[in-house]
């Protein structure tokens, strides 16, 4: 068994956190209610903010990133609300779970795992029922390996009057959101996805027009209650005690971010994308996700073998080499893998990854010639535009 501090963990979340981050986790407490704790906190609220080019209030919830979820449930929606929650995965089921269990009247747009969500479609459901005045739709489906086109959405949204949540708990911080007219008015992220830090903090990033549709909304709420938390957060504070190392961490991750420069995170995660698709297409793995719309943070490979085959391969990727991949998500167990190449990853961390699951599958008698992944992917690498910002 690979000692847990030199594995390398190419999993969705959590990813791996820089010595530096960890380093910054391990400072002395300090009082919640104190000036030191309100330096902290706006370095973190304006280093969000900067990260994500947002004018936004950026709350900060002590919460894996489902809590940022359920508080965009609580502070959007009336009980027995017309709502349309727009789902292609995993995390999109969950939201309209929660939807549903809140006692929202919610109309659901469930795209077949694999495909996108299309904006034409939300707009279908919106002209039908013109009472809805909130979407709810994931971003980047960290599942399926699926990156909508959330400008689209906003764009459709937008011109009918309505108000955008969007899930970007695995896409913020990683590749580009849309800013101005078509920016999702509520954008949901956790600290250990892209931004590096350990689990513990989630972020709501609210406009003004959500906010005020907070004021309205009725669903009973104390704990995620974004008004609260907006008026404690501009006197320096959080309602509750908040998760401190994790800030503390969190802002170390973001003065990494500040350091490489957003165009350059962006980059790199287009470049680790791209390679990582044409290693495992170079393996004979099928990517799940539609063409054009693949994650520039997850890639999901379809197994062809049996799901006991499957697990046997990740299983000695991670005790023989130490690398951590993902298994398949709730009807994906099984039959698919994923990827996760979010945070702190470099191209050479994909080259690796991608040869140690070459090494296992030659050992399990697939015929493949050894280094055909990491040529496709150092070529890959070089086909990719700098700076672009999607990969199909
Ligand atoms: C990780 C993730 C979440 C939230 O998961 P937590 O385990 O609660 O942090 C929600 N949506 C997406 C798309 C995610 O990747």
Redesign the pocket.
């Known amino acids: 068994m690979t000692a847990y501090f030199s594995q390398q963990l190419r999993i969705?979340?959590p990813t791996t956190v820089p010595a530096r981050v960890a380093a910054a986790e391990a400072r002395p407490m300090i009082n919640h209610r104190g000036p030191e704790f309100a330096e902290l906190l706006k370095s973190v609220v304006d280093g969000v903010k900067w990260a994500l080019s947002t004018p936004n209030e950026v709350l900060l919830l002590p919460?894996?990133?489902?809590?940022?979820?359920e508080s965009a449930v609580v502070n959007l929606l009336s009980p027995g609300e017309t709502t349309l929650f727009a789902s292609c995965?995993a995390?999109?089921s969950?939201?309209i779970e929660m939807g549903r269990r809140y006692g929202a009247d919610v109309i659901e747009l469930a795209m077949p795992w694999g495909q996108p969500i299309e904006a034409e479609d939300v707009a279908a459901i919106l002209d039908e029922h013109p009472d809805i005045n909130v979407v709810f739709a994931?971003?980047?489906?960290?599942?399926t390996g699926v990156m909508s086109d959330i400008g689209a959405i906003a764009k459709v949204v937008h011109e009918r009057g309505k108000i955008l949540a969007a899930?970007?708990?695995?896409?913020a911080g990683c590749v580009p959101l849309p800013t101005g007219d078509h920016a999702p008015d509520v954008v949901?992220t956790?600290s250990?996805?892209g931004w590096m830090a350990p689990?513990g903090v989630?972020m709501a990033v609210v406009n003004e027009r959500a906010m005020d549709k907070a004021k309205v909304a009725t669903m009973p709420r104390w704990y995620f209650d974004w008004a609260q938390m907006r008026t404690l957060q501009n006197n320096g504070q959080t309602p509750t005690t908040p998760a401190v190392s994790i800030l503390f961490a969190l802002a170390e991750g973001i003065a990494m971010m500040r350091e490489e420069g957003m165009e350059g995170v962006y980059a790199r995660h287009a470049h680790v994308a791209a390679m990582t698709q044409a290693g495992a297409s170079a393996l004979g793995y099928s990517l799940f996700a539609r063409e054009g719309f693949r994650s520039h943070t997850?890639t999901a490979l379809s197994h062809d073998g049996t799901p006991e085959q499957l697990s046997a391969l990740l299983g000695s990727v991670r005790t023989k080499h130490g690398i951590v991949l993902a298994g398949g998500q709730a009807k994906l167990k099984g039959s698919v893998f994923r990827i996760g190449h979010l945070g702190a990853v470099t191209p050479a961390d994909i080259v690796v990854c991608l040869s140690a699951l070459e090494a296992e599958l030659i050992a399990q008698g697939k015929s493949i010639t050894r280094g055909t992944a990491a040529a496709a992917a150092l070529e890959a690498r070089e086909q990719v535009p700098a700076l672009a910002s999607r990969v199909g």
């Open positions: 969705p979340g919460a894996s990133g489902s809590g940022a979820l995965g995390f999109g969950r939201w994931t971003h980047n489906e960290t599942s899930d970007s708990v695995s896409g949901l956790a250990q996805k689990p989630a997850v």
